[in-house]
């Protein structure tokens, strides 16, 4: 069974930056895609950014110019790197990996951008 685990989240005021890591239990290039989401209080599950397996990458235009993703065989690690964030920002960030139509979720790690 594929795992996934986030880390990364916590408290930071607006302008900050955090950087969210998702590490999968098995070989990144397993899956076609690797994705970030999020989820805010009352509101559905949206799409943030994605890498897939060759390599292109695609960003929510919320995310685009602020947020960066990136990749770590290696580590078999996924990564978010979120700057100049805002309060809108805050929600419930979520790694996705896929393969085919089989979609894997991780745990979830908390982003709160408050001053």
């Known amino acids: 069974q594929v795992q996934l685990s986030e880390s990364g989240g916590g408290l930071v005021q607006p302008g900050g930056s955090l950087k969210l890591s998702c590490r999968a239990s098995e070989n990144i290039f397993n899956f076609n895609s690797m994705a970030w989401h999020r989820q805010a209080p009352g509101k559905e599950r949206d799409f943030v950014a994605s890498i897939n397996v060759g390599g292109r990458i695609d960003y929510a235009d919320s995310a685009k110019g602020r947020f960066t993703i990136s990749r770590d065989a290696a580590k078999n690690t996924v990564y978010l790197q979120m700057n100049n964030l805002e309060p809108e920002d805050t929600a419930v960030y979520y790694c996705?990996?896929?393969?085919?139509?089989?979609?894997?979720w991780g745990q979830g790690t908390q982003v709160t951008v408050s001053s």
């Open positions: 996705k990996a896929s393969i085919v139509s089989r979609h894997y």
